[in-house]
């Protein structure tokens, strides 16, 4: 079956733009997760979802990183105003479900350069 | 809070040789250990899982992990290396009961000498 889709593969934008990164979870997965991957600090959490509501939005860097989850499937990571330093690759993952072990499924992310 | 640490941002073997990949973790309660490979431009594939049943868990591509609660270690191990293991290998950690995010080492990248 399909995995987990993001869109698009790579974004390169100039600072202070909005960007939009979306992800398709697999279906039926009702968690969804946002990492970051950077070179300076490695792989970070961002937020996650359980259906459409985020209960942990403890990882998101600042006040321009948003995220939404409609219909229990779709996400989108919003970046407001970017800033050189959000240049990076965001992961996003999903799962059967939280907890007990479910095992987190890795899309291939969305390479962001900020220029 | 939970943390893990990979020893050796970099380690190179023979092709045939034994792989050791180091990964110590902290946790104050029990947790669930995962070993995470990427290849070039990929995203992260699950090796192999720690979830409080055998101490030695089995994972794809010939790789195994123990986990030892006494050293807090959850090391990966392959007996012979192969060409096509090169790539990154990322240690992570999460909840026992929570959201199950992920916190991750960070990273082994593996070279493989002919």
């Known amino acids: 079956g399909a995995g987990v889709s993001q869109s698009p593969s790579n974004k390169v934008t100039e600072k202070g733009k909005d960007v939009e990164l979306r992800c398709d979870p697999i279906?039926?997965?009702?968690?969804l997760y946002w990492y970051r991957q950077s070179l300076g600090q490695g792989l970070e959490f961002l937020i996650y979802?359980?259906?459409?509501?985020?209960?942990?939005k403890s990882g998101l860097p600042s006040d321009r990183f948003s995220a939404e989850r409609t219909g229990g499937s779709v996400s989108t990571l919003t970046i407001q105003r970017t800033q050189q330093e959000d240049s990076a690759v965001y992961l996003c993952?999903?799962?059967?479900?939280?907890?007990?072990?479910?095992?987190?499924?890795f899309g291939p992310g969305t390479r962001l350069t900020v220029t | 809070a939970q943390s893990v640490t990979q020893l050796g941002s970099h380690v190179s073997v023979s092709e045939g040789a034994l792989v050791l990949l180091r990964c110590n973790y902290s946790s104050s309660v029990p947790p669930y250990l995962f070993w995470y490979v990427q290849y070039p431009n990929q995203g992260l594939q699950l090796l192999l899982k720690?979830?409080?049943?055998?101490?030695l868990v089995k994972g794809i591509n010939g790789f195994e992990a123990e986990f030892k609660k006494s050293e807090t270690s959850f090391h990966l191990t392959k007996p012979s290396a192969h060409m096509s293991d090169a790539a990154e290998y990322f240690c992570?950690?999460?909840?026992?009961?929570?959201?199950?995010?992920?916190?991750f080492g960070q990273g082994t990248r593996l070279t493989i000498n002919p």
């Open positions: 720690y979830t409080s049943a055998a101490t």
């Open positions: 979802f359980q259906g459409n509501s985020a209960p942990d």
């Open positions: 992570a950690v999460s909840d026992f009961q929570g959201a199950q995010k992920l916190v």
């Open positions: 993952a999903s799962s059967l479900g939280l907890g007990g072990g479910y095992e987190q499924y």
């Open positions: 279906s039926g997965h009702t968690a």
